[in-house]
């Protein structure tokens, strides 16, 4: 059983927490874990050429920008689940988690399946990040196992709220419950 999560925030702060949190919860069960920090790669955005959809049986389902990305692709496609992770950018997902999205375009069709939980946090308000973080996983065919929000505006703030804690634990069963019931 592999979990990967995926930072969708520029720094080290509330969103990482939540995910090392949960990703910790999850790796008790025995499951590997591993959390992908797109702050830490070199992705470039889509370009839109759509080759990895229409150009060809030796394009297809492969991106044509040699980046970070492609270190990437199979780590996404073998893990057995996904956790998505933003901060609230103007009441949406982060630019960085949705750039990654948009480069998954090559993969997206493999994803069918895959359980997926969505984390994000926010200063005062969670707007439609959840929503975003749901719709990409709903058109990727994934399954939505749950969510948790948080509330934190310093980057440490997210790590002193022993409710949330518990919350992400509680997510973190759901989960491995999901992929042990496969
Ligand atoms: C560009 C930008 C836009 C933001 N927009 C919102 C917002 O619409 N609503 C909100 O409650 N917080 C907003 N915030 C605050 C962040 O969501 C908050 O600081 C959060 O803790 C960041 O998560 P992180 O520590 O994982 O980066 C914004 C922050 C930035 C930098």
Redesign the pocket.
Known sequence: MKVVGICG???K????WMLRKLLEEVAKSGADTELVLLRELAIKGCDGCLSCDIGGAERKGRCRIQDDMQRIYPKLLEADAWALGT?????LLSGMLKNFMDRTCPIWPKLEGKPVVGLA???????KAIENLKTYSSLCGMQWVGWVTA?????K??SRDKELEKRLERLAGKLVNTLKAR
């Open positions: 925030s520029p720094r702060g509330n969103t990482e901060p609230v950018y103007f009441e946090v926010a200063e005062e308000g969670i707007g509330l934190a505006k310093t980057p703030q997210a």
